[in-house]
């Protein structure tokens, strides 16, 4: 009697944990973080900063619209010091690591925060980070990116910045499982979140076969391309906003003034060049954009959010 | 009689030798260079070239003029790379390495070429170099000194830049025997003359005790320091140039356009900051500069001149 009574017990448990199991499993993120299903999130976040001076100087001025809420940190560059100030004073801001194995520009470079001799198939042979995301990919062990981007999460701390999250320059990370099973782990060990979108399962089927259930992932990442003429920036992001699904969604842009340092930076190329960065900068501080989120009920979240969601 | 006439000729040869030793001795740089002893013979010299977009771009704009003809780049800066590509297409340029163990802003940093591991005595607790020369210099183990600036001078070599001299940023080098020593010895492995003058002996009296008889070195050198108020400057280096004696001089200076990057760079310090350095661009590359230089018969000179002189 006693035994088919815990029997009957132990079922009846095991049928409530499995329910509220797939019950956690079946609800949004956007569920998860106490919002209705259908509800419009959007982060607005500026990648690069720690880049240079005009992208730290323009993004601290969007983050006092309100507008621009979040964005990520390149530890190996030269302007680090300067945004970990910034995140020292202003510790409340939705502030991530931008991690770093690619250095794009032909004027200006930047290598790893490891000891060189430690990760050297991250090098090119002038000692910087590669130019592009797929030779970065193609040439990188696996145990030295590990090595290298724990590097960068420890020195951001040791400057006291408390990272809300993670992402990848140039998606060099998202490039092959390898690297992406490397990025995942140091995330799960520090507790951080991953820019990770359900819409890129489509391209890349090796992230669904490494995403955990209880991994916080946002619905889809949207970027304006080099395919938009310059005329047409703010139509682009006017009609992206229109039509915005329900669910998180993060806007990834790119800050800095037209200035002598953007355009030395980034000479020859205007695709993420100065100018492109200034009309960035001029959308996403305006008030047009300001109107789009209040006529479309669109709600503004952070990184910081989702973070929560992981235990 | 043989003997005593192979005694003569001998005796008569030393004498000869030990003359033209003595001669050569005695000679000035200036006589050594060819010129009278009497020639006033002056380098224009840029410190601080690949530190930022704005001193690469400021110091190319007065080589234009003919007026600032030499200066020396900061290879563990950022913006090494848009310098090296000045080099390789200006191959005459008289440029020098301005070897670097600091690090001396506060909003922007950079650290060594070496593997960090193998030069820990050079850096600080976030993996920089040290902010000032004096911290630097007492921590420095002079190994260590010598693996990196051998490895900025590789590194410069590497990417096509073909110094023409060296010297030490923020006078690193010349804090104590032992790094000076590191320094000449690196220098004449290289076959490449340093920044010492006859003026510094009484100051540092280190020096004429390592240098050797030929080894070159000019008789002075003039730059402006912060007690001179910003509306003086004109005068100080109007003053300087009408008093300037014969010899060797080089006028070391900071070019720069007072810019965003460099106030973001220089920031809370107007000592060698953006001001300044605009200061110095002015009065260098006027018209006022170039009638001085004809009025008290100035002849420039450059490194590469001296260069010629190490055998």
Redesign the interface.
């Known amino acids: 009697m006693r035994r088919s009574l815990l029997a009957t017990f132990a079922v009846l448990i095991l049928l409530f944990v499995s329910d509220v199991r797939s019950q956690e499993v079946t609800k949004t993120v956007a569920e998860r973080l106490g919002y209705p299903r259908d509800a419009k999130l959007l982060i607005v976040h500026a990648d690069d900063l720690g880049m240079?001076?005009?992208v730290?100087?323009a993004t601290i001025k969007a983050f006092e619209s309100g507008l621009v809420n979040s964005a990520s940190i390149m530890v190996p560059?030269?302007?680090?010091?300067?945004i970990a100030?910034y995140a020292r004073a202003n510790p409340q801001a939705d502030l991530g690591l931008h991690l770093t194995l690619t250095s794009e520009w032909?004027?200006?470079?930047?290598g790893p925060?490891?000891?060189?001799?430690?990760v050297k198939s991250l090098l090119d042979?002038?000692?910087f980070f590669r130019l592009t995301e797929s030779e970065a990919a193609a040439q990188a062990d696996p145990k030295e990116v590990e090595l290298e981007i724990t590097a960068q999460i420890e020195?951001a701390k040791?400057?006291g910045i408390q990272p809300t999250h993670l992402d990848s320059h140039m998606g060099t990370l998202y490039q092959n499982k390898a690297l992406f099973e490397v990025f995942l782990r140091v995330a799960r060990i520090n507790k951080l979140p991953v820019r990770v979108a359900k819409t890129w399962f489509a391209r890349a089927d090796f992230l669904p076969s490494i995403l955990k259930a209880d991994d916080v992932y946002i619905d889809r990442v949207l970027d304006i391309n080099p395919s938009v003429a310059p005329g047409d920036w703010a139509k682009f992001y006017s009609d992206a906003i229109k039509k915005l699904e329900p669910g998180v969604t993060e806007i990834v842009i790119h800050l800095a003034?037209d200035?002598?340092?953007m355009r030395?930076?980034t000479v020859n190329h205007p695709d993420w060049g100065a100018a492109w960065r200034q009309r960035d900068f001029d959308f996403f501080t305006s008030d047009e954009f300001r109107k789009l989120l209040q006529e479309n009920q669109i709600k503004l979240i952070t990184w910081r959010e989702l973070a929560k969601l992981i235990k």
Do not use: I, Q
């Open positions: 240079a001076h005009s730290n100087a560059c030269p302007w680090l010091s300067e100030a032909t004027s200006f470079r930047w925060v490891m000891p060189s001799d430690k042979k002038d000692g020195r040791a400057l003034y200035d002598a340092e030395g930076a």
